[in-house]
């Protein structure tokens, strides 16, 4: 049997600067614009002549790649054309990222929500978030720069919320030389897991006081003054390998989004973007032909996008805001780099679908943290920000945003096991007030201990089995 062929087909990428409209070549990595330092977005000055092939034919294409073995095309570049179509084969890397199943919520679950909802879950990828689908573009191209230019020294930095840093520092251990890894991270401010995930590694980790845009700014500053790769989200790479996941739900549901609505918990706000840039683009190409709808969810302890989109359409105004403690730690950003991206793409997607097609929900701490108990004493493993998604989901309900026709995809955008500190919190009713959690004794559950170390070591081994047993099947309720 033969493979489907790697493409043939190759962009004309540029960056295209959102504060000043100017485009500039991708033969050197930029960041920010170096006219007036606005975002970039990457686009395909080619991409019209993919419009030659039709939206069936397109399908039939990529529906053929989801059964190929070349390991090149299993992950994001499955979606090759729409993704990075400059890399070549050689460059492409990659660590079984993308892919992710969409598991709808379990018949308990869907009857308490009184709504049909799927998980896709994130926490799925290698580093168990969706950060690797940026990562595994970002290097990717970066392996082309590295083969093109020669370069025998790349030192990567980035900042983190915790899970930008796990996947970066895979990422470039598995690429190795030239290739080192720079991570920084505000102190006490990341789980013990995402902690333990670059050290783990071997990346270069550095922790500064402060929050996740304290560690931005001095990020940034790095990447305008020395010569390091600037990994995070403002890295318009990043973004492209992103939109895999608009791509995969599309394909899933057979291309059909008709009725679809898509929750995403919003941070440094590099996910929505690359989630609406995704959508738009196969749109465009008319490999669907209706876009889902985009409900961005927000803490109300880190909501400058909700705080924007709330106001009046004519005199809204962009404001930055202090944080403040969030279980959803990973979007624990007052000043999200990508805000402009959020702005213009979501301006497109309601010239398309109109008014109620891109909407911004904000929920409380408490239904957060429980928005993730629920679903994973539901047999999901959903993270804090999936719990958020699924906050989100019933807020909007609750404000007859979304109605009980639609299915609602929620982002589970990592594994629940790397946000574990807070579950921990929760049983044990150690938030700080800050938090303003009070956990609620029907989601809590801790461990039973029915005999101590003291009495164990009275007794023989089969009168401390007697024993054991004894008091489990009491507790139980068991009869014999
Ligand atoms: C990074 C991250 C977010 C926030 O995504 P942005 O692209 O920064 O908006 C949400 N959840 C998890 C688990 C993350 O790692
Ligand atoms: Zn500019």
Redesign the pocket.
């Known amino acids: 049997m033969t493979d489907v062929n790697f493409p043939d087909y190759r962009g004309a990428l540029e960056y295209y600067c959102l504060g000043c409209n100017q485009v500039f070549s991708i033969n050197k990595l930029h960041y920010t614009c170096p006219r007036c330092s606005g975002v970039f977005l990457l686009t395909d000055r080619s991409f019209d002549s993919l419009k030659q092939t039709p939206g069936r034919k397109w399908r039939e294409i990529l529906d053929a790649r989801a059964a190929s073995k070349n390991l090149a095309l299993r992950g994001i570049f499955r979606f090759y054309e729409l993704i990075a179509p400059v890399v070549e084969k050689q460059d492409i890397i990659y660590l079984g990222e993308g892919n992710t199943p969409i598991i709808p919520a379990s018949k308990h679950l869907e009857a308490q929500t009184g709504q049909k909802l799927a998980f896709k879950n994130?926490?799925q990828n290698p580093s168990a978030?969706?950060?690797d689908r940026?990562m595994a573009c970002a290097f990717s191209y970066l392996k082309k720069l590295v083969r093109e230019n020669g370069w025998d020294q790349v030192l990567t930095i980035c900042a983190?919320?915790?899970?930008?840093s796990a996947?970066a520092a895979l990422y470039g251990a598995y690429v190795g030389e030239p290739v080192k890894t720079v991570v920084i991270l505000p102190m006490g401010k990341v789980t013990t897991q995402q902690l333990s995930q670059p050290l783990g590694s071997g990346a270069r980790v550095i922790e500064l006081p402060g929050v996740f845009d304290d560690c931005m700014r001095v990020v940034e500053y790095l990447a305008d003054n020395f010569r390091v790769a600037l990994l995070n989200?403002k890295n318009a790479w990043r973004i492209l390998g992103?939109e895999s996941y608009a791509f995969e739900i599309a394909q899933w549901y057979d291309w059909d989004l008709q009725g679809k609505a898509v929750f995403?918990?919003?941070?440094?706000?590099?996910?929505?973007?690359?989630i609406m840039a995704g959508f738009l683009k196969m749109y465009e190409l008319e490999i669907i032909t209706a876009l889902p709808r985009i409900f961005g969810v927000q803490s109300s302890h880190a909501d400058p996008v909700f705080k924007y989109y709330s106001q009046d359409r004519q005199d809204r105004k962009y404001n930055p805001v202090q944080v403040q403690a969030s279980v959803?730690q990973?979007?624990m950003?007052g000043n999200?780099v990508?805000f402009p991206r959020v702005q213009a793409l979501a301006q497109k997607y309601e010239k398309i679908e109109g008014d109620g097609s891109f909407h911004v929900i904000q929920v409380e701490e408490q239904a957060i943290v429980e928005g993730m108990l629920l679903a994973n004493q539901n047999g999901h493993i959903a993270?804090?920000?999936?719990g958020?998604c699924l906050a989100g989901m019933l807020k909007a309900r609750e404000s007859g945003l979304l109605n009980r026709e639609e299915t609602a995809i929620l982002?589970?955008?990592?594994h629940a096991l790397?946000?574990s500190d807070f579950q921990d919190k929760y049983f044990s009713n150690s938030f700080s007030p800050e938090y303003e959690i009070t956990p609620r004794q029907e989601y809590i559950n801790l461990p039973v201990e029915v005999m101590s170390l003291e009495d164990k070591n009275r007794l023989s081994q089969e009168e401390f089995t007697k024993a054991a047993v004894k008091e489990i099947a009491g507790l139980l309720g068991l009869s014999s």
Request: glycine share 14%; hydrophobic share 30%.
């Open positions: 994130d926490g978030s969706f950060k940026g983190s919320t915790g899970d930008t996947s989200s992103q995403v918990p919003i941070g440094n706000a590099g996910n929505i973007t690359a959803a990973a979007a950003i999200p990508s993270c804090t920000q999936g958020e982002d589970a955008t990592a790397k946000f």
